[in-house]
Nanobody
Framework: VQFVESGGGLVPPGGFLTLSCAAT???????????MSWYRQVPGKERESVAV????????GYADSVKGRFTISRDNAKNTVYLQMTGLKPEDTALYYC????????WGQGTQVTVSS
């Protein structure tokens, strides 16, 4: 399985970004059958899940720290997952990854989000 994340950047507090993740090579079952998550990691801390979406997009879940500010979505025709981020805070600064909700061993390079004035 391969994940390619993009869309990160440097934004001021209160700013917004939309991240994308293109996924390929799912074994046994199509992309649409997997619940997908966005994760983030800062140096010295464990990677944490911030958002999850079911295969049919019916159910979304968010970490308390991002609830009301982040929105996860997906396009199964494009094997792509998105993360719309608004009201960004300095504490959202991290390297963002996508993977299945029960993650595969392989991870992409991630996309860096830096929130700073």
């Amino acid at each position: 399985v391969q994940f390619v994340e993009s869309g990160g950047g440097l934004v001021p507090p209160g700013g917004f970004l939309t991240l994308s993740c293109a996924a390929t090579g799912f074994p046994y079952s199509p992309f649409s059958s997997y619940s997908m998550s966005w994760y983030r990691q800062v140096p010295g801390k464990e990677r944490e899940s911030v958002a999850v979406i079911t295969g049919d997009s019916d159910v979304h879940g968010y970490a308390d720290s991002v609830k009301g500010r982040f929105t996860i979505s997906r396009d199964n025709a494009k094997n792509t997952v998105y993360l719309q981020m608004t009201g960004l805070k300095p504490e959202d600064t991290a390297l963002y990854y996508c993977n299945a909700a029960v993650p595969f061993d392989s991870w992409g390079q991630g996309t860096q989000v830096t929130v700073s004035s």
